[in-house]
């Protein structure tokens, strides 16, 4: 009840005495710059009995309005390539609007792959096809579940609320920084799986796009791998929405004469510091004790061979993983459950990687480079499922050092002094660090035209990894905005 009296004071006599019968936060964050101040900020939604005018702005969510139905005709499904969150909110739009997509999807549903995750952890057997990358409900499924994003598309509201009826917390539709946590997201994107199924969609997992045939620029069918058995499904729409790991498909549709483009992305290590350092550094004292939420930061800095070093994904309370999908090589990443109540706090430290920097003019030189140092990382590691690690005191020299390029190193050797300044004891000798955080984006994008069109028409390049996103929200947005242009375009299929 503090926060009716909150209004009821801040509005004073423009209440006109008027009761408050109801009300709901629209947006929560915390101010920590004054350590001896730290403050929540809301906004909020309320109604007053009697109604009053308030010259404020207009609030309230104008529900998600689906396009009208286009024209074309098309006797086949829309086929759906990935089940990350690009691929899983287009189908859940098409599925909405009676398009009864299908999707295909390499790795296994999330209980079967949490299951080979942990085997990968435990034991270091890597299944190439069910892993931190691939799998029902994408790269993100192992994650913190970060929902920020930098993008302002109003689709974003629509991916939030599917994901709360979902089962999601309903926090995320007014945090300023909502999370999920991997936890909570395993059944989440199950949940969404059922939804697509119940609205006439269906997902096969375990099935692998491998082959694309085309006519005269149009896409007439693809084929598929399903458990092992090669198919061929005649389909004259494609949402190629694979991620930034499947390094083996882009390959596949570079040969089959689609157009790409290299495409700069970042590449260091993963640091992890105990909780408590990260909270004394933000609030003065250990976050349970000033009552709020582990602490977070976001920190950057240019260095002097003009490369920017910054700080991204970052997981109070989480893990430091193994995040590999591919034998002989090594990618590290972090995630957290919903508590985020581990003992250690992590981020990606990352340096700019530019083109000029992948060695060839082959728009597939990136993942080349990526790869290179994945294999450095898998060689200089003590165990398949050990990304190599040591202390920040210990640094020079290490085979963390030897697992990044030189530049990469270099510029954050020359970083850290300053971060530490921003946020205190953020280069302390005992702080761990891990090689190599290489997947933070994609290092190819398809291209596509105004209408999202690649150069082969019927097949529309999506989210992560063909370049139009960086993060759950905005690839789960660009798949909505497929969806929506797939719908003004083409008529439903007539059961
Ligand atoms: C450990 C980790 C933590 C992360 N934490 C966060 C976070 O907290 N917040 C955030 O915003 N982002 C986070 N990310 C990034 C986020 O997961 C991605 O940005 C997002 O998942 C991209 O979505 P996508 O749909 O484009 O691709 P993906 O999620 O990569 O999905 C692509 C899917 O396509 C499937 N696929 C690939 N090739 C084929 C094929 N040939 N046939 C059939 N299926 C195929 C894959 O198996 C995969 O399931 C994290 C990533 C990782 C790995």
């Known amino acids: 009840m503090e926060i009716p009296r909150?209004?009821?004071?801040?509005l004073g006599k423009r209440l006109k005495g008027a009761e408050i019968t109801e009300w709901k936060i629209v947006k929560e964050s915390i101010d920590a710059r004054d350590k001896k101040n730290i403050k929540w900020i809301y906004t909020i939604d309320f109604e007053t009995e009697p109604k009053i005018q308030l010259s404020l702005p207009e609030g309230?969510?104008?529900?998600?309005?689906?396009?009208?139905?286009?024209?074309?005709?098309?006797?086949?499904?829309?086929?759906?390539?990935?089940?990350?969150?690009?691929?899983?909110?287009?189908?859940?739009?098409?599925?909405?609007?009676?398009?009864?997509?299908?999707?295909?999807?390499?790795?296994?549903?999330?209980?079967?792959?949490?299951?080979?995750?942990?085997?990968?952890?435990?034991?270091?057997?890597?299944?190439?096809?069910?892993n931190v990358q691939f799998g029902e409900g994408g790269a993100?499924?192992?994650?913190?579940?970060?929902?920020?994003?930098?993008?302002?598309?109003?689709?974003?509201?629509?991916?939030?609320?599917?994901?709360?009826?979902?089962?999601?917390?309903?926090?995320?539709?007014?945090?300023?920084?909502?999370?999920?946590?991997?936890?909570?997201?395993?059944?989440?994107?199950?949940?969404?799986?059922?939804?697509?199924?119940?609205?006439?969609?269906?997902?096969?997992?375990?099935?692998?796009?491998?082959?694309?045939?085309?006519?005269?620029?149009?896409?007439?069918?693809?084929?598929?791998?399903?458990?092992?058995?090669?198919?061929?499904l005649k389909t004259k729409v494609l949402v190629l929405a694979t991620g930034h790991s499947a390094r083996d498909?882009?390959?596949?549709?570079?040969?089959?004469?689609?157009?790409?483009?290299?495409?700069?992305?970042?590449?260091?290590?993963?640091?992890?510091?105990?909780?408590?350092?990260?909270?004394?550094?933000?609030?003065g004292m250990p976050h349970e004790d000033a009552g709020l939420p582990p602490a977070e930061y976001k920190l950057s800095y240019r260095s002097r061979n003009g490369r920017g070093v910054y700080t991204f994904c970052m997981c109070p309370g989480g893990e430091v993983i193994a995040a590999s999908s591919e034998n002989g090589m090594t990618a590290t990443n972090g995630m957290s459950y919903h508590a985020r109540d581990g003992?250690?706090?992590?981020?990606?430290?990352?340096v700019d990687v530019r083109t000029e920097d992948f060695g060839g003019i082959d728009p597939l030189t990136g993942i080349e480079f990526q790869e290179k140092y994945e294999r450095l990382a898998f060689e200089n590691s003590t165990a398949v499922n050990r990304p190599p690690c040591v202390m920040w005191g210990e640094f020079c020299g290490s085979a963390v050092q030897r697992s990044i390029p030189e530049f990469a190193s270099s510029a954050i050797e020359e970083a850290m002094p300053y971060l530490a300044r921003k946020l205190k004891d953020f280069d302390m000798p005992q702080a761990r660090i891990f090689a190599v955080e290489s997947r933070s984006s994609s290092p190819v994008r398809i291209l596509r035209d105004a209408m999202y069109e690649s150069n082969i028409k019927g097949l529309y390049p999506a989210g992560e990894g063909a370049g139009y996103a960086g993060g759950i929200m905005s690839a789960a947005a660009d798949g909505i905005r497929i969806a929506e242009i797939l719908i003004s375009k083409y008529k439903k299929i007539e059961s």
């Open 60 to 130: 309230g969510e104008q529900p998600y309005r689906f396009p009208k139905s286009g024209d074309a005709v098309s006797k086949e499904r829309p086929v759906i390539c990935g089940f990350g969150p690009a691929g899983m909110f287009c189908a859940l739009l098409l599925a909405e609007a009676g398009y009864c997509p299908l999707v295909l999807e390499r790795g296994k549903k999330a209980e079967e792959r949490a299951a080979d995750v942990e085997r990968f952890w435990q034991d270091g057997v890597l299944d190439p096809e069910s």
């Open 140 to 232: 993100g499924t192992f994650s913190d579940g970060k929902l920020v994003t930098g993008i302002k598309d109003p689709r974003t509201r629509k991916v939030l609320h599917e994901l709360v009826s979902a089962g999601a917390g309903a926090d995320i539709l007014y945090k300023h920084k909502p999370h999920i946590g991997t936890d909570v997201l395993r059944d989440v994107v199950q949940e969404i799986r059922k939804k697509i199924i119940r609205f006439g969609g269906e997902v096969l997992f375990s099935t692998k796009l491998s082959g694309i045939e085309a006519e005269r620029g149009q896409l007439e069918a693809v084929t598929v791998l399903q458990n092992g058995t090669a198919r061929r």
């Open 249 to 283: 498909t882009m390959r596949m549709l570079y040969t089959r004469g689609l157009f790409m483009e290299q495409k700069p992305f970042s590449i260091g290590v993963r640091i992890e510091h105990p909780q408590r350092i990260i909270d004394l550094a933000q609030y």
């Open 6 to 10: 909150k209004i009821e004071k801040k």
């Open 343 to 350: 003992a250690y706090a992590n981020s990606a430290l990352l």
